[in-house]
């Protein structure tokens, strides 16, 4: 394979929509990028292989863990008023899940197909949605990490503050902002036809690449940085409280702590995986010179999957790593089987998924 191979393949443009080549430049200059790009594309079969195997299991895994969470926490008490945390791990889901189910399919396609064949529609919205999903997604964590704080560190006034109204409004506040942000997104993003290759792609194009560069820059640190900053902030004051806490208390308590520590390590450090290598990119191909290799362009399919894949994790460490999740669970499989004593029927303090990070001590 050859060493300066571009990465820029037409399957990753309709994927990322990242500026290769850029429509500003000479058509002889954009002739020859496209010359590479049929070569690199007969060389990559396997490649393509491995990610939609990968995609695959990524959206096994994320429909069954999110599809089972939106079952546990709809099968709730009538008439009871859900928690904050139940609402914001609700709301979590049911993001995770659109995200996978109206996304990856179509993005699997981008690997098989030559040419983007589902028309004008399908392009712009899954591009949008994609960017809408992971706003709210991320949102979604920050604020389910201000609750635990609220919980946790100000627990006498978190009584009055932690009403299903004022998580129902920002849910609704999360999901407008994000459509907001994404709209950008969804103007940009078009179909393209190469009449001397006889292509068509999904390609987001932006007669004024200096406002892409903002844009994406805004994308960063408003859904990433900031985030992450206030997540790694609320959890650090939260182990800060526990550890203040449980400093006079038994011994017995230790392990509650440990636990909670890892929990919230797991919490920060999946986020910050998860997201890093997609701004990265970006920011990279718009303020750098990204390398055209078959190096880079495994890096940017690995930033790809590690977004998906982050849908398919938040189950796992916001309701499975939960006891009263696993109890729920297993209440709502002995209905399912015949048994006679419904998730209604259990009692209050096990109905809610309090979300890590809680302590035996600590009442959520």
């Not at 594309?41 to 939609?52: A, H, K, R, W, Y």
């Not at 006498?156 to 907001?180: C, D």
Request: proline share 4%; hydrophobic share 45%.
């Amino acid at each position: 394979m050859a060493a300066e191979a571009p990465a820029a393949s037409s399957d990753m443009n309709q994927t990322w929509g990242l500026p290769w080549p850029d429509f500003n430049a000479s058509r002889s200059s954009f002739h020859r990028h496209s010359e590479k790009k049929a070569s690199f594309l007969s060389e990559i079969g396997i490649e393509n292989f491995i990610t939609l195997i990968a995609f695959g299991l990524i959206f096994t895994l994320g429909v069954m863990g999110n599809s089972l969470v939106i079952t546990v926490l709809a099968r709730s008490k009538p008439g009871k008023p859900r928690s904050t945390t139940n609402i914001f791990v609700l709301n979590l889901s049911i993001a995770d899940l659109a995200y996978l189910l109206f996304c990856i399919p179509f993005q699997s396609t981008v690997y098989m197909l030559p040419n983007w064949a589902l028309g004008t529609f399908i392009c712009k919205f899954i591009h949008y949605f994609f960017t809408v999903s992971m706003l709210v997604s991320i949102f979604t964590l920050s604020a389910m990490s201000v609750d635990r704080y609220v919980a946790i560190v100000h627990s006498r006034r978190s009584s009055s503050l932690r009403v299903s109204r004022n998580a129902l409004l920002g849910v609704g506040i999360i999901w407008l902002l994000s459509i907001a942000m994404a709209s950008p997104v969804a103007h940009h993003q078009r179909i393209v036809h190469q009449e001397f290759l006889n292509q068509t792609y999904c390609w987001e194009v932006w007669p004024n690449l200096q406002h892409k560069k903002v844009y994406v820059l805004c994308t960063f640190i408003f859904g990433y940085l900031l985030p992450l900053l206030l997540i790694s902030f609320c959890y650090a004051k939260v182990l800060n409280h526990l550890h203040k806490k449980l400093r006079n208390i038994s011994k017995k308590s230790e392990a509650s702590k440990k636990k909670t520590a890892q929990t919230v390590l797991v919490v920060v450090v999946v986020f910050g995986i998860s997201w890093l290598p997609h701004h990265v990119v970006h920011l990279w191909a718009e303020f750098g010179d990204f390398p055209l290799t078959q190096a880079s362009f495994v890096f940017r399919v690995t930033a790809h999957c590690l977004a998906y894949s982050n849908s398919s994790v938040n189950p796992i460490i916001y309701a499975f790593l939960s006891e009263n999740f696993r109890k729920a669970y297993k209440q709502v499989f002995e209905c399912q089987i015949g048994h006679n004593s419904p998730l209604n029927e259990v009692k209050d303090n096990k109905s809610n998924i309090d979300t890590p990070p809680s302590t035996n001590s600590t009442h959520v």
